[in-house]
């Protein structure tokens, strides 16, 4: 397969879920492919309101008749969709595929790590609320570690250079700086949320409930 889109549409995500329809991964498209092809998964497809399964096969034959290349109707209804070309014929990347063979798929804790702090901050300095490129970023122990603050999604947030000079090895209270908010463990992975601003990922929501998901994007 070589990618239609030039940029990649391989490289988009899909929502992977368990067999009882709980999100629990997120993969490449190229991953997605693979699975589907092993028959280890089948497509979920939200067509108005209602989601209908497809097994590879059928996926490809449906997916065909949707194909941008065969009329101007369906080239603007493909509009947000990403389509690989195979030999002879296209493939819709799919944006949610189940598991079916599987009873239990082990849910992946969220990292702490900086790319998922600065994430869930999103990007901006916790004391004046600026916001930077992740190379202008540091992270800030709110009660420094001298003091036995810990390192946890509670006691880390993002902070500028020149905040975190500001406030040296005091508490927020001593330096006499104040916390946009108080920080704590996201209820669903940062950067997911990120990709659920992307109208390419709409579907996804109807899978995600409000809290409880963690999920590693990969
Ligand atoms: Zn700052």
């Given at each position: 397969m070589q990618n239609a889109v030039p940029g990649g549409a391989l490289s988009s995500s899909v929502l992977v879920l368990n067999r009882f329809y709980l999100a629990v991964h997120v993969v490449s498209a190229r991953r997605a492919f693979v699975l589907l092809y092993r028959d280890s998964a089948e497509v979920i497809h939200i067509e108005n309101g209602q989601y209908a399964n497809y097994d590879f096969e059928s996926w490809c034959e449906v997916s065909g008749q949707w194909?941008?290349?065969?009329?101007a109707e369906q080239a603007s209804r493909s509009a947000e969709q990403d389509w690989v070309r195979a030999a002879r014929f296209d493939i819709q990347v799919p944006r949610i595929i189940r598991l079916i063979r599987f009873e239990r798929v082990p849910r992946q804790a969220l990292r702490f790590n900086r790319r998922n702090l600065f994430a869930r901050d999103g990007h901006a300095c916790q004391y004046c609320g600026t916001t930077y490129p992740a190379s202008q970023l540091s992270l800030d122990h709110v009660v420094p570690r001298s003091r036995?603050?810990?390192?946890?999604w509670e006691n880390v947030v993002c902070s500028c250079v020149a905040c975190n000079t500001k406030k040296g090895g005091r508490t927020p209270v001593e330096a006499r700086m104040k916390l946009l908010r108080q920080p704590a463990k996201p209820r669903q992975n940062p950067q997911l949320a990120l990709k659920l601003?992307?109208?390419?990922?709409?579907?996804w929501r109807s899978f995600l409930?409000?809290?409880?998901v963690s999920l590693d994007v990969g």
């Open positions: 194909s941008p290349a065969r009329s036995g603050g810990e390192t946890s601003g992307n109208p390419k990922y709409e579907s409930p409000g809290g409880g």
